[in-house]
């Protein structure tokens, strides 16, 4: 693969569903890569679409340009691409390599794993930090896949201590990455794939995004990255109520959708008692992912609050999601920050969520 095509299918699949014009092609190169020039590209691209690997498509004045997921080679470009990527990022780095590779010995046997990628690498390696996004299977409901999914996280912890580095793991089956991918709520799915790098089966990451693609589901990462310390309080009191915590005495105002998990998160980070008090209700009331409270929580270095808060939740009102959030923090050995079981319960009779 020569250099401008790699370039032109980094950029492509790191701004999915922005329908970029072949100017802003050029630009993004040259912000990534330093240097880029207009009639390289357009040729290029060009080429690309005679090759049905792009879709030119006009858009006013311009045309822009999208990856052609009818195509059936496009996969093992995107996968070629991965791999040359992650060769640039490892090469040299001989200590790295070795991690790597202890990693995959000890994980990629497991029959659910179907795809891992690194996340921002570069940067989370000068914090001594790795972030990594797993897609697995979708669940057989055996008692086998439960075992193999938490004993990736009892392996990481393993690698973790061994090696001194910090791992954080956001780790999906196929149908709630499917879910997310498609969701209109900010979520940290949409913030990871334009600073991913699939490193272990390319291949099966991006069959992953064209099933997505040949739904009709637009997809559309996040530009930028989603800080939940960030989150505004008209933004934070509009999910509240969205999710059946609504405070008393405010008023409500639309405001940016975000995942339960982001609100969960942002809303411990803060550290108001008050609102931290409204986790439980709202928990109570809706669906969260397990995995993705973990991921979340261990990033922002909240997991011992949230579990404090769980075990409160789950002596009211348990449920298999708790039960499952509380048990993967267990395993990554945290301890519990104790609520104040009184308040909690208070508040949850209140909020009819107990």
Request: positive net charge; contains cysteine; glycine residues 4%.
């Amino acid at each position: 693969m020569d250099a401008t095509t790699f370039r032109i299918l980094d950029v492509a699949s790191a701004h999915l569903g922005a329908f970029l014009s072949i100017n802003q092609f050029t630009e993004k190169i040259k912000e990534a890569y330093g240097t880029a020039h207009y009639v390289n590209i357009y040729r290029k691209i060009h080429d690309l679409q005679r090759q049905n690997i792009l879709n030119l498509n006009q858009s006013g004045k311009s045309s822009v340009v999208e990856l052609n997921f009818r195509n059936y080679l496009l996969i093992d470009f995107l996968a070629e691409m991965e791999i040359k990527k992650k060769i640039e990022l490892l090469k040299g780095k001989d200590e790295l390599q070795i991690f790597f590779a202890e990693m995959e010995r000890c994980l990629t046997k497991m029959y659910a794993i179907r795809s891992i990628c690194l996340v921002d690498f570069a940067r989370n390696m000068k914090l001594n930090r790795i972030e990594l996004l797993f897609l697995l299977r979708c669940s057989d409901g055996s008692s086998s896949y439960q075992d193999e999914t938490a004993r990736i996280y009892s392996e990481l912890q393993k690698l973790q201590d061994r090696y001194n580095l910090r791992i954080d793991a956001l780790v999906l089956n196929e149908l709630e990455f499917f879910d997310l991918i498609k969701s209109d709520e900010i979520n940290p799915l949409k913030d990871i794939l334009p600073r991913k790098t699939a490193f272990f089966c390319p291949q099966a990451f991006w069959n992953e995004i064209r099933e997505v693609a040949q739904e009709g589901i637009e997809i559309r990462a996040n530009e930028s990255q989603t800080k939940p310390e960030r989150i505004s309080d008209s933004n934070l009191a509009y999910n509240l109520a969205r999710f059946g915590y609504k405070e008393f005495g405010l008023g409500v105002e639309q405001g940016q959708r975000f995942c339960i998990e982001y609100i969960v998160t942002a809303l411990l980070i803060h550290g108001d008692a008050r609102r931290i008090e409204s986790i439980p209700i709202i928990l109570a009331k809706n669906s969260a992912r397990s995995r993705l409270m973990v991921f979340l929580s261990q990033k922002h270095g909240v997991s011992g609050r949230l579990l404090g808060l769980l075990t409160v939740l789950q002596s009211v009102k348990p449920s298999r999601e708790i039960d499952e959030t509380m048990k993967l923090l267990e395993t990554l050995k945290i301890k519990q920050i104790q609520a104040s079981e009184k308040n909690i319960i208070q508040k949850m009779r209140l909020y009819n969520a107990a």
